[in-house]
Protein backbone atom coordinates (compact mmCIF):
# COMPACT_ATOMS: atom_id res chain seq x y z
CA UNK A 1 0.00 0.00 0.00
CA UNK A 2 1.56 3.16 -0.93
CA UNK A 3 1.38 6.31 1.09
CA UNK A 4 -1.57 7.91 -1.45
CA UNK A 5 -3.51 4.77 -0.71
CA UNK A 6 -3.06 5.31 2.91
CA UNK A 7 -4.32 9.29 3.10
CA UNK A 8 -7.48 7.81 1.46
CA UNK A 9 -8.07 5.31 3.87
CA UNK A 10 -7.63 7.44 6.89
CA UNK A 11 -9.42 10.61 6.59
CA UNK A 12 -7.25 13.27 8.25
CA UNK A 13 -8.92 15.94 9.84
CA UNK A 14 -8.55 19.52 8.16
CA UNK A 15 -7.05 21.80 11.16
CA UNK A 16 -9.50 24.25 12.45
CA UNK A 17 -8.00 27.15 12.33
CA UNK A 18 -10.45 28.94 14.51
CA UNK A 19 -9.30 28.40 18.40
CA UNK A 20 -13.15 29.04 19.47
CA UNK A 21 -14.46 26.58 16.89
CA UNK A 22 -11.63 24.08 17.90
CA UNK A 23 -12.95 24.72 21.53
CA UNK A 24 -16.30 23.70 20.28
CA UNK A 25 -15.43 20.52 18.43
CA UNK A 26 -14.25 19.20 21.41
CA UNK A 27 -17.27 19.73 23.28
CA UNK A 28 -20.10 16.88 22.71
CA UNK A 29 -22.27 17.42 25.29
CA UNK A 30 -23.69 20.97 27.28
CA UNK A 31 -21.73 19.10 30.34
CA UNK A 32 -18.40 19.01 28.80
CA UNK A 33 -18.49 23.48 29.08
CA UNK A 34 -18.16 22.33 32.54
CA UNK A 35 -15.32 21.58 32.64
CA UNK A 36 -14.14 24.34 30.73
CA UNK A 37 -15.73 26.50 33.00
CA UNK A 38 -14.15 25.39 35.51
CA UNK A 39 -10.36 25.50 34.46
CA UNK A 40 -11.23 29.20 32.85
CA UNK A 41 -12.87 31.08 35.84
CA UNK A 42 -11.47 31.50 39.27
CA UNK A 43 -12.21 29.02 42.19
CA UNK A 44 -15.20 31.50 43.60
CA UNK A 45 -16.92 32.08 40.21
CA UNK A 46 -16.97 28.63 39.36
CA UNK A 47 -18.13 27.74 42.76
CA UNK A 48 -20.93 30.40 42.55
CA UNK A 49 -22.59 28.94 39.05
CA UNK A 50 -22.02 25.24 40.18
CA UNK A 51 -22.69 25.69 43.99
CA UNK A 52 -25.90 24.69 45.69
CA UNK A 53 -27.71 25.42 49.17
CA UNK A 54 -26.38 24.04 52.49
CA UNK A 55 -25.33 19.94 51.57
CA UNK A 56 -26.55 20.22 48.30
CA UNK A 57 -28.90 17.81 48.18
CA UNK A 58 -31.94 19.11 46.25
CA UNK A 59 -28.94 20.11 43.52
CA UNK A 60 -28.30 16.51 43.66
CA UNK A 61 -32.03 15.24 43.38
CA UNK A 62 -33.21 17.16 40.87
CA UNK A 63 -30.37 14.92 38.88
CA UNK A 64 -31.15 11.89 40.46
CA UNK A 65 -34.76 12.26 40.08
CA UNK A 66 -34.39 13.28 36.05
CA UNK A 67 -32.16 9.69 35.73
CA UNK A 68 -34.94 7.46 37.60
CA UNK A 69 -37.36 8.24 34.98
CA UNK A 70 -36.74 6.13 32.21
CA UNK A 71 -38.86 5.67 28.91
CA UNK A 72 -40.73 2.85 27.46
CA UNK A 73 -40.77 3.37 23.44
CA UNK A 74 -43.01 2.85 20.45
CA UNK A 75 -41.44 1.09 17.77
CA UNK A 76 -42.04 0.54 14.02
CA UNK A 77 -42.94 4.23 13.31
CA UNK A 78 -42.22 6.35 10.64
CA UNK A 79 -40.07 9.12 12.77
CA UNK A 80 -37.80 10.61 10.03
CA UNK A 81 -39.54 13.67 9.77
CA UNK A 82 -39.90 15.13 13.43
CA UNK A 83 -40.93 19.05 14.72
CA UNK A 84 -39.83 20.70 17.77
CA UNK A 85 -41.22 23.83 17.38
CA UNK A 86 -44.10 25.13 19.76
CA UNK A 87 -45.87 28.51 21.33
CA UNK A 88 -46.46 29.92 24.62
CA UNK A 89 -48.29 33.08 25.42
CA UNK A 90 -48.70 33.38 21.96
CA UNK A 91 -44.92 33.69 21.33
CA UNK A 92 -43.54 31.22 19.19
CA UNK A 93 -40.19 28.27 19.61
CA UNK A 94 -37.94 26.73 17.65
CA UNK A 95 -37.36 23.82 20.23
CA UNK A 96 -38.71 23.90 23.70
CA UNK A 97 -36.07 25.50 25.53
CA UNK A 98 -35.87 28.65 27.32
CA UNK A 99 -32.68 30.23 29.30
CA UNK A 100 -33.51 30.58 33.23
CA UNK A 101 -32.59 33.95 34.94
CA UNK A 102 -28.99 34.10 36.37
CA UNK A 103 -27.65 36.60 38.66
CA UNK A 104 -24.15 38.62 37.92
CA UNK A 105 -24.26 36.94 34.71
CA UNK A 106 -21.34 39.43 33.14
CA UNK A 107 -19.14 37.74 36.22
CA UNK A 108 -18.87 34.79 34.29
CA UNK A 109 -18.75 36.13 31.12
CA UNK A 110 -17.65 40.06 30.14
CA UNK A 111 -20.68 40.24 27.87
CA UNK A 112 -22.61 37.67 29.65
CA UNK A 113 -26.46 38.80 29.56
CA UNK A 114 -26.03 40.03 26.13
CA UNK A 115 -24.22 37.21 24.66
CA UNK A 116 -26.88 34.63 25.81
CA UNK A 117 -29.76 36.77 24.91
CA UNK A 118 -28.39 36.73 21.55
CA UNK A 119 -27.71 32.87 21.12
CA UNK A 120 -31.48 32.94 22.36
CA UNK A 121 -32.16 34.76 19.88
CA UNK A 122 -30.44 33.16 16.94
CA UNK A 123 -32.32 30.18 18.15
CA UNK A 124 -35.71 31.07 18.44
CA UNK A 125 -36.19 30.52 22.34
CA UNK A 126 -37.10 32.69 25.27
CA UNK A 127 -34.37 34.68 27.58
CA UNK A 128 -35.58 35.85 30.79
CA UNK A 129 -33.30 38.55 32.37
CA UNK A 130 -32.70 38.45 36.02
CA UNK A 131 -33.10 41.13 38.42
CA UNK A 132 -29.69 40.61 39.71
CA UNK A 133 -28.74 40.73 35.94
CA UNK A 134 -25.31 42.93 35.43
CA UNK A 135 -26.96 44.67 32.41
CA UNK A 136 -29.73 46.59 32.25
CA UNK A 137 -33.25 46.06 31.00
CA UNK A 138 -33.17 48.32 28.07
CA UNK A 139 -29.73 47.58 26.58
CA UNK A 140 -30.88 43.22 26.74
CA UNK A 141 -33.66 45.04 24.61
CA UNK A 142 -31.97 46.71 22.19
CA UNK A 143 -30.58 43.06 21.21
CA UNK A 144 -33.72 43.16 19.48
CA UNK A 145 -34.62 39.98 20.64
CA UNK A 146 -38.66 39.28 20.00
CA UNK A 147 -39.22 36.62 23.26
CA UNK A 148 -37.96 38.42 26.27
CA UNK A 149 -38.87 37.60 29.76
CA UNK A 150 -38.21 39.54 32.80
CA UNK A 151 -37.35 38.12 36.03
CA UNK A 152 -38.49 40.26 39.22
CA UNK A 153 -37.22 39.84 42.77
CA UNK A 154 -39.40 41.57 44.97
CA UNK A 155 -37.66 43.75 47.34
CA UNK A 156 -38.01 45.46 50.93
CA UNK A 157 -37.57 48.85 49.47
CA UNK A 158 -40.03 48.78 46.68
CA UNK A 159 -38.23 51.25 45.29
CA UNK A 160 -35.80 49.21 43.71
CA UNK A 161 -38.10 46.44 42.11
CA UNK A 162 -41.61 48.56 41.55
CA UNK A 163 -40.60 50.35 38.52
CA UNK A 164 -38.47 47.60 36.85
CA UNK A 165 -42.05 46.09 36.13
CA UNK A 166 -42.91 49.39 34.36
CA UNK A 167 -39.09 49.60 32.80
CA UNK A 168 -39.84 45.82 31.14
CA UNK A 169 -42.93 46.50 30.36
CA UNK A 170 -41.68 50.00 28.66
CA UNK A 171 -38.86 48.17 26.69
CA UNK A 172 -41.05 45.14 25.59
CA UNK A 173 -40.69 42.41 27.72
CA UNK A 174 -43.23 39.72 26.83
CA UNK A 175 -43.50 37.73 30.51
CA UNK A 176 -42.86 38.79 34.13
CA UNK A 177 -42.11 35.85 36.44
CA UNK A 178 -42.01 36.85 40.39
CA UNK A 179 -39.18 34.24 41.62
CA UNK A 180 -41.28 33.70 44.74
CA UNK A 181 -39.04 31.19 46.72
CA UNK A 182 -36.35 33.75 47.39
CA UNK A 183 -37.71 35.68 50.42
CA UNK A 184 -34.21 34.85 52.34
CA UNK A 185 -30.82 33.70 50.50
CA UNK A 186 -30.30 30.37 50.18
CA UNK A 187 -26.97 29.55 52.67
CA UNK A 188 -24.32 28.52 49.69
CA UNK A 189 -21.65 26.96 51.66
CA UNK A 190 -19.02 27.17 49.17
CA UNK A 191 -19.72 31.25 48.83
CA UNK A 192 -18.76 31.20 52.54
CA UNK A 193 -15.95 29.49 51.80
CA UNK A 194 -14.78 31.17 48.91
CA UNK A 195 -15.55 34.85 50.80
CA UNK A 196 -17.45 35.59 47.80
CA UNK A 197 -17.47 39.23 47.02
CA UNK A 198 -19.83 40.65 43.79
CA UNK A 199 -17.60 41.86 41.96
CA UNK A 200 -14.92 40.30 43.32
CA UNK A 201 -12.45 42.35 45.20
CA UNK A 202 -8.88 41.91 45.96
CA UNK A 203 -7.60 39.43 48.42
CA UNK A 204 -5.13 37.41 49.20
CA UNK A 205 -6.87 34.61 47.45
CA UNK A 206 -7.88 36.94 44.70
CA UNK A 207 -4.37 37.55 43.91
CA UNK A 208 -3.15 34.22 44.06
CA UNK A 209 -6.12 33.47 41.46
CA UNK A 210 -5.00 35.96 39.13
CA UNK A 211 -1.12 34.47 38.57
CA UNK A 212 -3.39 31.45 37.67
CA UNK A 213 -6.33 32.87 35.54
CA UNK A 214 -4.64 36.11 33.99
CA UNK A 215 -7.16 36.14 30.88
CA UNK A 216 -10.15 36.19 33.28
CA UNK A 217 -8.59 38.94 35.18
CA UNK A 218 -7.55 40.73 31.91
CA UNK A 219 -11.17 40.31 30.05
CA UNK A 220 -12.83 41.56 33.02
CA UNK A 221 -10.27 45.08 33.45
CA UNK A 222 -11.14 45.59 30.03
CA UNK A 223 -15.08 45.74 30.26
CA UNK A 224 -17.23 48.21 32.61
CA UNK A 225 -17.51 47.10 36.08
CA UNK A 226 -19.80 44.70 37.37
CA UNK A 227 -22.98 46.33 39.63
CA UNK A 228 -26.36 46.15 40.05
CA UNK A 229 -27.24 47.30 36.30
CA UNK A 230 -31.03 47.89 37.00
CA UNK A 231 -30.75 49.43 40.12
CA UNK A 232 -29.60 52.59 38.26
CA UNK A 233 -32.71 54.70 39.52
CA UNK A 234 -30.75 55.07 43.04
CA UNK A 235 -27.52 55.52 43.73
CA UNK A 236 -25.11 52.99 44.98
CA UNK A 237 -25.25 54.13 48.92
CA UNK A 238 -29.17 54.49 48.21
CA UNK A 239 -29.36 50.78 47.21
CA UNK A 240 -26.78 49.77 49.84
CA UNK A 241 -29.22 51.44 52.66
CA UNK A 242 -32.50 50.11 50.68
CA UNK A 243 -31.14 46.58 50.87
CA UNK A 244 -30.38 46.99 55.07
CA UNK A 245 -33.28 49.11 55.83
CA UNK A 246 -36.26 48.18 57.02
CA UNK A 247 -36.19 44.46 58.29
CA UNK A 248 -32.71 44.56 56.93
CA UNK A 249 -32.59 42.48 53.56
CA UNK A 250 -32.51 43.28 50.08
CA UNK A 251 -35.64 40.74 49.63
CA UNK A 252 -39.07 40.91 51.07
CA UNK A 253 -39.47 38.25 53.84
CA UNK A 254 -42.87 39.69 54.24
CA UNK A 255 -43.90 38.88 50.36
CA UNK A 256 -48.07 37.37 50.52
CA UNK A 257 -50.34 36.87 48.18
CA UNK A 258 -51.96 41.02 48.53
CA UNK A 259 -48.26 41.70 46.89
CA UNK A 260 -48.72 39.13 44.01
CA UNK A 261 -52.62 40.84 43.43
CA UNK A 262 -50.78 44.33 43.32
CA UNK A 263 -48.41 43.43 41.03
CA UNK A 264 -50.98 41.82 38.85
CA UNK A 265 -52.54 45.14 38.45
CA UNK A 266 -49.16 46.67 37.30
CA UNK A 267 -48.04 44.60 34.85
CA UNK A 268 -50.35 43.55 31.46
CA UNK A 269 -48.88 41.10 29.72
CA UNK A 270 -48.50 37.37 30.95
CA UNK A 271 -47.44 36.61 35.02
CA UNK A 272 -45.49 33.74 36.38
CA UNK A 273 -44.90 32.97 39.68
CA UNK A 274 -41.24 30.91 39.76
CA UNK A 275 -40.31 28.42 42.70
CA UNK A 276 -41.36 25.01 43.48
CA UNK A 277 -45.02 25.73 43.59
CA UNK A 278 -47.67 23.03 44.68
CA UNK A 279 -51.22 22.66 43.31
CA UNK A 280 -53.28 23.97 45.93
CA UNK A 281 -51.01 27.71 45.72
CA UNK A 282 -50.65 27.11 42.05
CA UNK A 283 -54.74 27.24 42.12
CA UNK A 284 -54.51 30.43 44.96
CA UNK A 285 -52.50 31.96 42.05
CA UNK A 286 -54.69 31.31 39.25
CA UNK A 287 -57.27 33.24 41.29
CA UNK A 288 -54.72 36.47 42.12
CA UNK A 289 -54.83 36.66 38.24
CA UNK A 290 -51.48 34.55 37.55
CA UNK A 291 -51.40 33.00 34.01
CA UNK A 292 -48.49 30.72 34.65
CA UNK A 293 -45.85 28.68 36.58
CA UNK A 294 -42.24 28.48 36.18
CA UNK A 295 -42.10 25.60 38.40
CA UNK A 296 -38.05 25.53 39.55
CA UNK A 297 -36.54 24.60 43.41
CA UNK A 298 -33.47 26.95 41.89
CA UNK A 299 -31.55 24.59 40.59
CA UNK A 300 -30.92 23.31 44.85
CA UNK A 301 -29.82 27.14 45.25
CA UNK A 302 -32.13 27.43 48.14
CA UNK A 303 -34.38 25.56 50.03
CA UNK A 304 -31.88 22.04 50.08
CA UNK A 305 -34.25 19.93 51.58
CA UNK A 306 -36.77 20.67 48.43
CA UNK A 307 -38.27 18.07 46.09
CA UNK A 308 -36.94 17.69 43.03
CA UNK A 309 -38.88 19.91 40.75
CA UNK A 310 -39.57 16.84 37.98
CA UNK A 311 -41.72 15.04 40.90
CA UNK A 312 -43.44 17.88 41.69
CA UNK A 313 -44.88 18.30 38.26
CA UNK A 314 -47.46 15.93 37.56
CA UNK A 315 -49.27 16.98 40.71
CA UNK A 316 -49.01 20.64 39.20
CA UNK A 317 -50.26 19.84 35.70
CA UNK A 318 -53.23 17.35 37.05
CA UNK A 319 -54.34 20.19 39.85
CA UNK A 320 -54.01 23.00 37.09
CA UNK A 321 -55.68 21.41 34.36
CA UNK A 322 -53.93 21.16 30.58
CA UNK A 323 -53.98 24.13 29.72
CA UNK A 324 -52.20 26.39 31.94
CA UNK A 325 -48.87 26.55 30.63
CA UNK A 326 -46.09 25.40 32.77
CA UNK A 327 -42.09 25.63 32.34
CA UNK A 328 -39.98 23.83 34.48
CA UNK A 329 -36.15 24.05 35.39
CA UNK A 330 -33.36 22.76 37.80
CA UNK A 331 -31.30 19.62 36.71
CA UNK A 332 -31.52 20.14 33.48
CA UNK A 333 -28.58 18.94 31.38
CA UNK A 334 -29.53 16.78 28.83
CA UNK A 335 -32.40 16.48 26.01
CA UNK A 336 -33.45 13.31 27.35
CA UNK A 337 -34.49 15.29 30.76
CA UNK A 338 -36.70 18.02 28.28
CA UNK A 339 -38.15 15.38 26.57
CA UNK A 340 -39.20 13.66 29.95
CA UNK A 341 -40.66 17.32 31.45
CA UNK A 342 -42.67 17.45 27.94
CA UNK A 343 -44.12 14.28 28.37
CA UNK A 344 -45.07 14.64 32.05
CA UNK A 345 -46.67 17.77 31.31
CA UNK A 346 -44.30 20.88 31.08
CA UNK A 347 -44.71 23.37 27.79
CA UNK A 348 -41.12 24.01 28.17
CA UNK A 349 -37.72 23.24 29.99
CA UNK A 350 -35.43 25.73 30.72
CA UNK A 351 -31.44 25.61 31.97
CA UNK A 352 -29.39 27.51 34.59
CA UNK A 353 -25.98 26.19 34.68
CA UNK A 354 -25.83 24.45 31.17
CA UNK A 355 -25.80 27.74 29.77
CA UNK A 356 -24.09 30.11 32.47
CA UNK A 357 -20.92 27.48 31.81
CA UNK A 358 -21.31 27.88 28.04
CA UNK A 359 -20.56 31.34 28.49
CA UNK A 360 -18.06 31.25 30.40
CA UNK A 361 -16.61 28.95 28.20
CA UNK A 362 -17.19 30.42 24.87
CA UNK A 363 -19.63 33.79 24.98
CA UNK A 364 -21.96 33.35 23.04
CA UNK A 365 -21.08 30.84 20.88
CA UNK A 366 -20.80 28.22 23.18
CA UNK A 367 -24.44 29.27 24.46
CA UNK A 368 -25.51 28.32 21.20
CA UNK A 369 -23.65 25.49 20.80
CA UNK A 370 -25.17 23.68 24.18
CA UNK A 371 -28.53 24.96 23.16
CA UNK A 372 -27.81 22.67 19.22
CA UNK A 373 -26.44 19.65 21.82
CA UNK A 374 -29.42 19.93 23.60
CA UNK A 375 -31.70 20.38 20.43
CA UNK A 376 -30.33 17.04 18.73
CA UNK A 377 -30.41 15.16 22.16
CA UNK A 378 -33.71 15.82 22.33
CA UNK A 379 -34.42 15.10 18.70
CA UNK A 380 -32.56 11.85 18.98
CA UNK A 381 -34.96 11.03 22.18
CA UNK A 382 -38.26 11.61 20.33
CA UNK A 383 -37.29 9.51 17.44
CA UNK A 384 -35.46 6.72 19.10
CA UNK A 385 -38.91 6.78 21.33
CA UNK A 386 -41.50 7.31 18.16
CA UNK A 387 -42.66 10.36 18.46
CA UNK A 388 -42.45 12.92 16.27
CA UNK A 389 -43.98 16.67 17.73
CA UNK A 390 -43.88 17.69 21.54
CA UNK A 391 -47.64 17.28 21.12
CA UNK A 392 -47.49 13.70 20.79
CA UNK A 393 -45.02 13.57 23.35
CA UNK A 394 -46.93 15.30 25.42
CA UNK A 395 -49.58 12.70 24.54
CA UNK A 396 -48.13 9.37 25.07
CA UNK A 397 -46.33 10.81 28.13
CA UNK A 398 -47.61 8.83 30.88
CA UNK A 399 -47.39 5.59 28.59
CA UNK A 400 -43.84 6.67 28.01
CA UNK A 401 -42.40 7.62 31.19
CA UNK A 402 -45.02 7.74 34.03
CA UNK A 403 -43.43 5.75 36.52
CA UNK A 404 -40.24 6.12 37.64
CA UNK A 405 -37.90 3.55 37.47
C1 LIG B 1 -25.42 31.40 38.59
C2 LIG B 1 -26.90 31.37 38.82
C3 LIG B 1 -27.57 32.54 39.12
C4 LIG B 1 -28.96 32.52 39.30
N1 LIG B 1 -29.64 33.69 39.52
C5 LIG B 1 -30.99 33.69 39.58
C6 LIG B 1 -31.71 34.91 39.69
O1 LIG B 1 -31.14 35.99 39.72
N2 LIG B 1 -33.06 34.84 39.76
C7 LIG B 1 -33.75 33.64 39.73
O2 LIG B 1 -34.99 33.62 39.78
N3 LIG B 1 -33.08 32.47 39.58
C8 LIG B 1 -31.73 32.47 39.52
N4 LIG B 1 -31.06 31.29 39.35
C9 LIG B 1 -31.83 30.04 39.21
C10 LIG B 1 -32.14 29.76 37.73
O3 LIG B 1 -33.07 30.68 37.23
C11 LIG B 1 -32.70 28.35 37.54
O4 LIG B 1 -33.86 28.22 38.34
C12 LIG B 1 -31.73 27.24 37.89
O5 LIG B 1 -30.43 27.56 37.47
C13 LIG B 1 -32.17 25.96 37.22
O6 LIG B 1 -31.38 24.89 37.60
P1 LIG B 1 -30.13 24.34 36.75
O7 LIG B 1 -29.00 25.30 37.00
O8 LIG B 1 -29.89 23.01 37.34
O9 LIG B 1 -30.53 24.34 35.30
C14 LIG B 1 -29.67 31.29 39.21
C15 LIG B 1 -28.97 30.12 38.90
C16 LIG B 1 -27.61 30.15 38.71
C17 LIG B 1 -26.89 28.88 38.36
Not at 246 to 273: A, H, V, Y
Not at 380 to 405: F, I
Request: hydrophobic share 40%; net charge neutral; aromatic share 6%.
Amino acid sequence: MNLQEVLELVQLRRFERDPAQRLLNRVHTPDDFRAIAKRKLPRAVFDYVDGGADEEIAMQANRDAFKRRKLRPHLLRDVSVTDLTGELFGNPFQVPIGLAPTGYTRMMHPTGEVSSCLAAMVKGIPYVLSTMGTTTVEDVAATGHPNLWFQLYVTSDRRLSDPLIDRAAAAGYKALEITIDTVVSGRRVRDMRNGLTIPPQLSIATILDIATRPQYWINMLRHPAIGFANFGALSPEEVKSASSTRIGTLFDQTLNWTDIESMRKRWSGPLLLKGPIGPADARRAIEAGVDGFHLSNHGGRQLDRCAATIDLLGPLRAGVGPEVPIVIDSGVRHGADIAVSIALGADMAFIGRSYVYAVAAAGQRGVEHAITLLTDQLRSVMQLSGVTTLAELRQQGPELCGEPG
